[in-house]
């Protein structure tokens, strides 16, 4: 596999896996909200579960993150800055 679609893999599965852990944090301490917002699916129990599971791979994926993104070997090449779309 090559570093820009590990980098893209990494990026967007960290993404997905903050939102996961503050989204169960916040089923711990508001479980009342979440359980409404997410039809009974993430009550008490399973956020806790799912908070205490997760945030041990989130801290793994976001110190990969910071190595690929920072690391010259594996982050942005300038070539591939080239591509960007102009702001
Ligand atoms: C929960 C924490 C974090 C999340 C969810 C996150 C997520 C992301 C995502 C989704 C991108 C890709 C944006 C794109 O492709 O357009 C990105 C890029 C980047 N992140 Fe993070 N990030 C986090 C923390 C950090 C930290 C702590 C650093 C500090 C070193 C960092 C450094 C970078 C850099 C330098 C890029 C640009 C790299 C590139 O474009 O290839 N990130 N991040
Ligand atoms: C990036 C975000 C977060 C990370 C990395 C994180 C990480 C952690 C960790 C490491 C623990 C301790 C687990 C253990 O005792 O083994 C914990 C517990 C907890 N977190 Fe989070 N957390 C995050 C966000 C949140 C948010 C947004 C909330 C709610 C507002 C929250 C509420 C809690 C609660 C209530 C506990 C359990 C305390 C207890 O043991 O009774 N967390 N979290």
Redesign the pocket.
Known sequence: MNTHLL??LV??S??G??VVVVVSGLGITESRLVEAATFGLLHKANAFKLHLALWIP?VLL?IV??VL??WPRT??TSN?SANDRQV
Do not use: D, G, I
Request: charged share 30%; glycine share 0%.
């Open positions: 980098r893209k990026h967007w960290l993404l896996l903050a989130f976001l993150h910071v993104t920072t982050r942005r591939e």
